[in-house]
């Protein structure tokens, strides 16, 4: 039973069982009584719970489990993924960016370039990784790769995973905004295979700049949002521009891994091991991974101008209005 | 922002500059292109007005005007709020385009209109953008785009950052067919469409004055709880980092597109044969 | 009689007669005496002297020339040459470097990119334009403004004039070297004429940086170098090592014009006004444009394949070896 | 530099550290691929040195070794430096290059001996460079260049200059036919090299501690007359500055470079079909 260091507020039952599993153990251990039969039960319970708890989440509670200190970030999956990555820096105009690590990476023999937004684990890379909000130069080390990946016929691997893009002055002095902007139209006119999953926060332009692809996944419990549920609670007035009510903002932001699926912004939800990827990198890993492949298949398969057209069909489709003008006269999905 | 010390200003004769606060009497105002006569100050315009500053006399054909919003996430205030929108701006949405000309070269022009729920980027802003640049490309013909937005539109969600990435292809996409895309970036052009298809012009212009950037400063000076040093994100400001081509004052603002369409998009100019070619994917 | 405020060294001849004639007219007018006809043989002398001294500048004073303080900049010719221009800016990643200008410009009703290095007149402009010592902002302006020419079939037209590119920490900082390459790599498969015309210095690096074209003029007392010669004078034994020998490296260095033409470097040399571009700025201009008219009507005839093509081959041909294995058992022009 | 107080050394067995002063028995140090083993300075080295870590065994053979310098200006000393640079170098020239395989693959190599005059680039370094680089382009291989290099050869003035546009256009060429280009900077890697040829690698190497730098520290120092803070224009400085992909000590070098090779350019790879078509000139 894997521990994590922090229990978010909806695990408080199961942590409540497994506090009772290690007591009954501890006792059992120290007064030489067997409490096995107990302990088997208990552990039913916290399965069951846990069934029950995990595939129930509601939109704020994924919110936590997409920021949780313990979840496995790019370069946690880039080892458990790739039989090998070289790490390679730099946009070759001002910096090297440590929110988005880029590099050559090997998949079942198949090299890929591999891309994503990296956050810290501890206080010091934190902030060296500036808390997985990437400055311009993150997105054109990104270009700057995916375009040798073009010229090298090499399928191209995002992972996303960042509360948002840097916004303060610097990285408005050297054009977050174009940078972005940017990333965005190279990517879909890329002449080689995008696969996209979000693995953690997509959050806004920061997220989107580099999710341009031909198959967007998300992880069960990642979210993906054109704002922070509490930025969002504490701007509007829908929620009295309270910043506490961040968890009926979740909800009516639709950011859920199935909520996307649903409205046709993903293609596929990729599920995690029960009580999430925190609890089992390496099982998370192996589900990307066969995404990966399966999807690379798919996609090889094709040829670059019907790959790169669908590409630009799949984004052109997304949006939700009424044209009257249009042949049926309902919403266009 | 108001004074109460001052009298009331009696509504439709007179308008006070909300920078330097002179009374200014409206018509005068009007002749001056919206722009105060004592310090230069560029006022938020509507469409129908910048489009009659900007085309060839009356060269201009809406097109997709009927489009109208949608809720897809079936968020809670979101049709009041576009009620009240409508009744604000006077229009459908925040975005209306069509076929212009501009000293004689046949454009296709799209205004972006503030009024409307801050020119945010829903599903209809995002919709139309992309049809004006796609008719740029498939028509062979130059796209000037008019920017005003607060940025995305929340109460439509992922759906409406799904827009940053649609109009960012599209760009590309007229950009791919050799055509010219021009931007104009007026008070205010900020984050999700600043990070898309505002910043892909081949020549962007900006009004003095207008803010202009990702976050505007009093978001990260709230956010970070510092003070920002004077005069950024600012036209000026981009101006200086190299983010943008000119600041053009609204009065000449006609005669600059003018050339720059006319110089590098003359009617006569036949597709371009050696750009990459694009695919057709409607 | 155009007076130029600085007198060069080998100019002191003229100069003496300049002001003899100055003197005898202001004694003629005051004292209502008739000099009229020893004028006229002075100005006859002027004109016999000028001939002789400026066809017969050393390397030297041609330096001098390219550097004289009144000589027109880019700016200056962009506005005697071109129906219109507009300035665009900005490299969209960092700034605008004031030290290289471009905009589009109308030639003959045709419409060009127009770019070249731009140095100060007084001594506040000179600042502003970092003496027409070019950053990285600046090549990176000119790529962003050439591929867009690329795309509207516009051709390109270069103006030379820097004593070298800035080479200060930020410069470096920011891949000075980076950007005059890459630079240089876009000229050189750009599918659209360029014309190049060095006006002033043409400055080593900071000079081929903007400087890779399809047709490549001098003005007859501009310079074309690797190296300022007083740097190369300070550094090589050969000349003491001794800044003060500059006249001598500037001699071995072949960097005039007749040098550069003789040596295959470039195609064309523009003769300039009696005395120097500076005496005669509208007249140089003339000639500079009939020179870009008549070579952009040549070079518009070409397929862009056949352009690439002998652009390529033009700078490959660059370089003198010896190659014992090639047919021709001699020197390699 | 050099410390009168210290015994001097026995040419031949010892040799001293230039960075930590250390006194390195030679032998030990050919082992340790001229690594100084208390700091990991890395000394300059020859090209066949280089050759022979980088290549599987054997598997290079040099092209074009005769190609000499040419005294294109006239210049005065140049042919007696010459002679001299090719004493000092025990090579024609300061450039040598050839067909090898690198883990494997087969390779373009080229590499810089800055023994030869400075490794300055006159016409027959630049000529090399070309060769190697079209190639590359015209046998669909990788280019694997290793610099070294003071700048420009002042001695070929103008023509020396030309080298840069030459070469950038053969990085150009062999990039558009779609294949792969690596630079190794090693100590120094500076000036007209740095700013052509070196600089438009795909990936960019660097070795630990090389000096990189358009103009190195010391004239920035000597000609403005100020003082830089230390470790400027250096590997690592250039990496924090974005301007190459990696810092590789030595010892990992070749395997660094293979991994590289076989993972971006293996040698089944069909020609690129979709980049831009070269034009064939030579
Ligand atoms: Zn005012
Ligand atoms: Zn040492």
């Given at each position: ?10 695990e ?35 399965a ?54 880029a590099?050559?990476g ?43 990946a ?51 926060e ?29 930025g ?11 910043g506490?009510r ?88 | ?97 069509g ?15 503030f ?52 109009t ?86 006609r ?7 006319s110089y ?10 050696d ?8």
């Amino acid at each position: 039973m894997i521990s994590p260091s922090r229990w978010l507020p909806f695990e408080k039952p199961l942590q409540d069982i497994e506090e009772q599993i290690q007591a009954l153990e501890a006792y059992a251990a120290a007064h030489g009584i067997d409490r096995s039969e107990k302990i088997a039960e208990l552990r039913v319970m916290h399965a069951d719970l846990s069934h029950q708890i995990f595939s129930n989440l509601s939109a704020w509670d994924k919110t936590m489990m997409a920021r949780h200190p313990n979840r496995p970030y790019t370069l946690d999956y880039i080892k458990l993924i790739f039989d090998d990555f070289i790490e390679l820096h730099g946009d070759r105009r001002f910096g090297d960016d440590p929110a988005i690590v880029a590099g050559v990476g090997r998949l079942n023999g198949e090299t890929v370039l591999v891309i994503g937004h990296q956050k810290g684990r501890d206080v010091k890379e934190r902030q060296f990784r500036n808390f997985g909000s990437a400055r311009p130069e993150g997105y054109r080390k990104a270009m700057r790769l995916m375009e040798l990946a073009e010229r090298r016929h090499i399928p191209v691997i995002a992972f996303i995973d960042t509360p948002a893009a840097e916004a303060r002055l610097e990285a408005e002095e050297r054009g977050i905004s174009e940078a972005i902007a940017a990333c965005m139209a190279l990517m879909s006119r890329l002449r080689t295979p995008i696969v996209v999953s979000v693995i953690g926060e997509g959050g806004s332009g920061g997220a989107i700049g580099i999710a341009v692809g031909d198959h967007i996944s998300m992880l069960e419990h990642s979210v993906y949002s054109v704002i922070p549920p509490e930025g969002c609670a504490a701007i509007l007035d829908t929620f009295g521009r309270d910043g506490t009510r961040g968890h009926e903002a979740a909800c009516a932001l639709k950011i859920t891994a199935a909520d996307n699926l649903r409205m046709g912004i993903i293609d596929e939800v990729i599920p995690e091991p029960l009580g999430g990827a925190h609890r089992n990198a390496a099982e998370t890993a192996v589900l990307l991974k066969d995404t990966f492949t399966r999807v690379l298949a798919g996609l090889h398969k094709l040829p670059t101008d019907v790959l790169l057209a669908n590409r630009y069909a799949k984004f052109r489709a997304l949006g939700q209005y009424i044209d009257p003008s249009a042949p049926k006269k309902k919403a266009k999905k | 922002m108001s004074e109460p010390s001052r009298p009331s200003v009696p509504p439709g004769l007179w308008q006070k500059c909300p920078k330097c606060r002179a009374l200014l009497y409206v018509k005068e105002l009007e002749r001056n292109l919206r722009v105060c006569g004592q310090c230069q100050h560029h006022f938020q315009i509507g469409t129908a007005e910048r489009i009659a500053q900007l085309v060839d006399e009356g060269a201009f054909t809406e097109l997709d005007d009927g489009l109208l919003p949608a809720n897809p996430l079936d968020f809670p205030d979101y049709e009041e709020k576009l009620v009240r929108g409508r009744a604000k701006a006077g229009q459908n949405e925040g975005f209306i385009y069509g076929d212009a000309v501009i000293d004689g070269v046949p454009t296709v022009l799209g205004v972006a209109n503030f009024a409307f729920m801050g020119g945010s980027m829903g599903s209809v802003v995002g919709e139309k953008v992309t049809r004006a640049l796609e008719r740029g490309a498939d028509l062979n013909r130059p796209v000037v785009l008019v920017c005003a937005s607060g940025g995305a539109r929340m109460q439509e969600g992922i759906v409406s950052l799904m827009q940053m990435a649609k109009t960012a292809a599209a760009c590309a996409r007229l950009k791919a067919t050799g055509n010219l895309y021009i931007v104009v970036m007026t008070d205010p052009t900020t984050a999700g469409v600043l990070a898309s298809f505002a910043s892909l012009g081949d020549i962007c212009i900006a009004e003095p004055g207008a803010l202009v950037g990702f976050a505007g400063p009093r978001v990260i000076e709230q956010n970070l709880k510092i003070k920002l040093p004077p005069g950024t994100h600012t036209a000026e400001f981009q101006l200086n980092h190299g983010m943008i081509d000119l600041v053009v004052p609204r009065r000449e603002l006609r005669t600059t597109l003018g050339k720059l369409l006319s110089y590098l998009a003359p009617a006569t100019a036949a597709a371009d044969v050696d750009a990459p070619v694009a695919v057709a994917v409607d």
